[in-house]
């Protein structure tokens, strides 16, 4: 485990999976990614008290509120799979963890703001990142999609960004733009914007992998960074991570990071929803 390089992103193929790497992670460098094929994670019974437990009042709501049974699974999935994560990382169990979200439906640990939650799924996988080190992003896309270079240069691109892809040969075009777009992806979901911000007006330094404006100067130099990953055999999965944010005490025990008297409260909330 401690030859792996800090910040891998961790498959947890199930509730019953070990989570040691992935705290260890959290631990080492301050952020954590976990990945999953989301039906591993369902549970074996949709209406049990117990999942009721596991899900919280307000995301029990909703998932009972959804007719689309695949996005009712992958619901249930995801947010089983954020809880499983946040608990590892708190020390404590899933069914303590206060999961809210957000206006625009981000994700955020109630009473422990010093924790950053992202969510990502595509297809049958999903992927969770935590950071303490302040934002992240997560965006996942199946390797096999096609993106094409004449459809996307001015939207997703660069004018440095085109003409990089542009030179290279006709079958390395669409990995490179699948690249380029998960990246900003997770950057505009780690900066709470999505697609509302516009994809041309930054971009990737070609020798460092630094954020640039769009005619190359550097932007926020130091406190990002960026990195892609294959995972599953089947997708990519591309991470931001704001490298200088809180405090970066490794003790992420929920007893330090959690607001004073507020785990007895969940906990009693809890207890009430399941009597």
Same mark, same amino acid.
């Given at each position: ?170 079958? &390395? ?85 959690? &607001? ?16």
């Amino acid at each position: 485990m401690t030859d792996e390089h800090p910040g891998t992103p961790v498959e947890v193929p199930g509730p019953d999976a070990p989570w040691d790497r992935a705290v260890f992670h959290m631990a080492r460098c301050g952020t954590t990614v976990a990945h999953a094929r989301w039906a591993d994670w369902l549970p074996p019974d949709f209406d049990a008290p117990r999942l009721r437990a596991h899900l919280g009042s307000h995301d029990w709501r909703r998932h009972g509120a959804m007719t689309n049974p695949a996005a009712r699974a992958r619901f249930v999935a995801t947010r089983l799979l954020i809880r499983y994560a946040a608990a590892a990382v708190l020390r404590v169990t899933p069914d303590e963890v206060d999961l809210a979200y957000r206006p625009g439906g981000r994700p955020y640990l109630r009473g422990c703001d010093q924790v950053e939650v992202a969510l990502t799924h595509s297809g049958d996988v999903a992927a969770v990142a935590l950071s303490r080190c302040g934002r992240i992003g997560v965006d996942v896309e199946p390797l096999a999609r096609q993106m094409s270079y004449e459809g996307l240069r001015r939207l997703l691109c660069t004018p440095a960004e085109r003409d990089t892809i542009g030179a290279l040969p006709e079958a &390395d075009r669409s990995p490179a733009l699948l690249r380029l777009w998960t990246l900003k992806e997770a950057y505009t979901k780690a900066m709470g914007q999505g697609m509302r911000m516009g994809f041309t007006g930054f971009g990737f330094d070609q020798h460092s992998g630094d954020l640039v404006s769009q005619d190359g100067t550097p932007l926020s130099p130091g406190e990002w960074s960026f990195d892609a990953y294959e995972i599953q055999g089947s997708h990519l999965l591309s991470v931001a991570r704001h490298t200088v944010g809180w405090e970066t005490s490794p003790d992420t025990a929920a007893e330090s990071m959690l &607001d004073s008297g507020f785990l007895d409260e969940v906990t009693r909330a809890l207890q009430a929803v399941i009597e």
